[in-house]
């Protein structure tokens, strides 16, 4: 699929159709950008795509095109994550590495897409951690799971 094609009628009228409602703070993309020197010249956005769907499985991340047929429990695998930032104190802390998960949709929770095509509102703490990463890696062992992995029951 074409992805910027398909977008293109929505990013000539309205380049901020992918922030969340209660991205107050954000969008984090753009607040991550500036706090690495980055140029913020791109598509303001909410939604994090799971980087696990771009790169190959645990322990090793290069980067693979990825099928949704390697998904092999699509209603517990998550595709999108919705990073609406509370405020400014919310976005200085997950730009700064005290917290992981911001809290625009409430402490604790977020939306999440699942590959089926459903969405939940969910506590983060629930998401299950795949036994392949490497321990100490929790941040990024999250969304960097294998597609076989269920991330939620
Ligand atoms: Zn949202």
Known sequence: MQVWQVLRPYLTT??????CMADVGGPLNLLFLQ??????????????????????????????????????HPPQKVLTVCCAVKDKKDAAGIINGD????QGHGPGC?????V????AYLKSSKWLWDPKL????????????????????
Request: net charge negative; proline share 5%.
């Open 116 to 119: 089926d095509g459903h969405s």
């Open 99 to 102: 917290s992981i998960w911001p």
């Open 35 to 72: 706090s690495i020197g980055d140029s913020t010249n791109v598509v303001s956005s909410s939604y994090y795509y799971i980087p696990g769907f771009a790169h190959t499985d645990p322990p090793q991340s290069i980067l693979h095109v990825r099928q949704r047929a390697e998904v092999t």
């Open 134 to 153: 490497e321990d100490g890696n929790v941040g990024l062992a999250d969304d960097w799971s294998s597609l076989g992995w269920t991330d939620f029951r």
């Open 14 to 19: 309205n380049r901020s159709f992918l922030v």
């Open 110 to 114: 977020f939306t999440v897409l699942f």
